[in-house]
């Protein structure tokens, strides 16, 4: 049966939800304090451990175990020294120099949020010829001297950049951190889906923390349970833009289906299963090869733990990866939850537990 789940008015506003959001990598604790809510409505056991991720098990009876998995952390920055002129230097969780310019900040510290401005020289050429650098720039929260900023701001404090989101005409949605909110929203609009359609599976609904430093919150969670597969939902490099690298990439485009890798991260009898249930149910999909041939999502940390397990990346194009606004297209957030639910019904109905592509 094919869900039939649309990206309407009332899905966009639980989107939002999340997108307002506070989550930088280290400091994941209030994105999972909110999935806590939103799982628990449908009676499932959560579970938290020190990394902090967080794991939801519904209908743990089953004999098929499933993850679906998201990552809870957005890019960010950290403050290294408080200057005596009042400003602040700091260092990258993932973002590049070029793109912070003038950008809003909320800073999380021990006093609640405080925002800020990354400051820059408008006189200058940006650092050339040496190109622009993090040294380049620092972070200002109009303060006058550095007792003023210590009082306020630690060394150490983490800061992101300030949440915004808003719609693109009919079908596209623009805002900060979008990876990956939307692979966070895509499994918990499964949940009472599954959890109604497929009564053989057990599922595991897990918010990964520290993936944009190491794919670390994966390593850990993935090694305590024997799962039998896991879908990563997470967003890749869209290539329909004026710099595309589709010789290096593949094509994927926005508003053309969720895309599914063909990389060493995923495992090609699930792979398989995704475009089988894409095929059979008309939902658009577009075949993707990433940006390398493994590595860049929890699939890569998932697939080494316990046994092996199988995974298989389920990827919304994102325009602007990294950047202070990204944009992904609602028709392939539809597409997402629509492989992914019909992924699910089928183990549910065949009961298969194992993806060995030599022994099957």
Not at 141 to 153: D, F, L, S, T
Not at 167 to 188: A, E, Q, V
Not at 245 to 256: A, T
Not at 311 to 333: A, G
Request: aromatic share 6%; charged share 15%.
């Amino acid at each position: 049966m094919k869900n039939d789940w649309k990206f309407d008015s009332e899905a966009y506003e639980r989107l939002l939800q999340l997108m307002r959001i506070v989550s930088p990598s280290m400091e994941e604790i209030s994105m999972a304090k909110a999935l806590n809510q939103n799982w628990k409505s449908c009676g499932g056991e959560i579970s938290t451990d020190v990394l902090g991720n967080i794991h939801a098990v519904l209908n743990p009876q089953a004999s098929v175990h499933i993850g679906l998995i998201a990552h809870m952390d957005t890019v960010a920055i950290q403050i290294t020294k408080i200057c005596n002129n009042g400003l602040m230097q700091f260092r990258s969780i993932g973002l590049r120099p070029h793109i912070l310019l003038g950008q809003p900040v909320q800073i999380l510290t021990s006093n609640g949020l405080i925002d800020g401005v990354i400051g820059f020289d408008p006189t200058s050429q940006f650092g050339q010829p040496k190109g622009l650098v993090e040294e380049d720039l620092w972070l200002d929260i109009g303060a006058v001297g550095y007792q003023e900023v210590a009082n306020k701001v630690s060394v150490g404090d983490l800061a992101v950049l300030t949440p915004r989101c808003v719609c693109l005409g009919d079908d596209c949605i623009s805002g900060t951190g979008i990876d990956d909110r939307i692979g966070l929203f895509i499994i918990t609009e499964c949940l009472n889906w599954v959890s109604d359609n497929c009564p053989n599976v057990c599922l595991h609904l897990i918010g990964t923390a520290q993936e944009e430093v190491g794919l670390r919150g994966a390593a850990v969670i993935a090694a305590q349970y024997p799962l039998n597969a896991c879908f990563i939902l997470d967003v890749d490099y869209a290539t329909d833009t004026f710099t595309p690298h589709e010789n290096q990439m593949g094509v994927l485009h926005l508003g053309k289906g969720a895309g599914l890798h063909i990389k060493a991260d995923n495992n090609p009898m699930l792979r398989k299963l995704a475009y089988e249930v894409a095929d059979s149910y008309h939902i658009p999909y577009q075949k993707s090869v990433g940006r390398f041939i493994y590595g860049g999502t929890d699939a890569t940390s998932i697939q080494l733990q316990y046994k092996g397990i199988a995974t298989v990346n389920i990827n919304i194009p994102c325009r602007y990866m990294h950047s202070p606004i990204e944009i992904c297209n609602k028709q392939d957030v539809e597409s997402a939850i629509q492989i992914l639910t019909g992924c699910i019904e089928q183990i549910s109905i065949t009961g298969q537990k194992s993806f060995n592509p030599i022994l099957d």
